[in-house]
């Protein structure tokens, strides 16, 4: 299962940027969008072939999805990195531009249904773009949201949006230590993002739920067991074999 990797693609927005695809299954797309970094030697999203990416498309293949991972087209790395949730609603724009060519390009695939998993920054493109704006012809699905995912309520009021109100389900998991000072900016917590982002989808009517990890901090999340907990394998015997080629650990309490 060897990926296509730093494929380039521009968006007719003008904004430019790579990603990964495996061809690991046809029963829907699930994207990946990684946190803020300063120097890309230090994020996951330069690495497909090894580390979270890899685990993540043996766990993608285990649910028939189609995984592809998405660099954010930031190209300013100044004050706080380069990040998904800056100028995000241009970034939106890019994403969806990408998404509906990789819908055109894979007609065998699944386009109603959607998966995004974000981390950090990603996880804040998330709540605060993708699914507050919505992604046209996405009516099932969900979303992983792992160390952030704030909103501005009320939100989803945006006629794309609204088909995924209802179909999508939306899990947030944070750290109890992931709060004010525990990673950057200093000032933001990501405990009190993922509060925030649960009540305003709720309220939208998303199916939300909140799992808060004891004694996690903003750097020890595993984003395979999180999926696994929100999105089962399409078979036991799936599941198995992945987690035999990964070797991950399933979360045993959800609070």
Known sequence: MSPETFIDFTAPNGLSSWYHLWPTGTAGFLYYFDGDYWDLDDTSINWPEEGDLARLAIAA???????????????????????WWEDCKANGKYFRALHEQLVAEHPEVDASHIWLVGYSGGAEFI????????????????????????????????????????????????????????????????????????????????????????????????????????????????????RLADGWLQLTKDT
Request: proline fraction near 6%; include cysteine.
């Open 61 to 83: 293949q285990a649910r028939n999805l189609m995984f592809v991972a998405v660099n954010t087209p930031d190209e300013d790395g100044s004050g706080d990195g380069y990040t």
């Open 127 to 242: 709540t605060y773009e993708l699914l507050d704006r919505g992604i046209r012809g996405m009516t099932h699905g969900g979303a992983v949201i792992i160390g952030g995912g704030g909103a501005n309520a009320p939100v989803a009021r945006k006629k794309k949006a609204r088909p995924c109100i209802g179909g999508t389900a939306m899990h947030w998991w944070v750290g109890e230590k992931d709060v004010d000072g525990a990673t950057n900016p200093p000032e933001w917590s990501a405990l009190g993002a993922a509060e925030e982002g649960v009540a305003a989808y709720r309220e939208a009517g998303f199916d939300t739920r909140l799992h808060v990890l004891p004694g996690v901090d903003h750097s020890e999340y595993d984003a395979v067991a999180c999926l696994s907990h929100a999105l089962p394998a399409v078979s036991p015997a799936a599941d198995l074999r992945s």
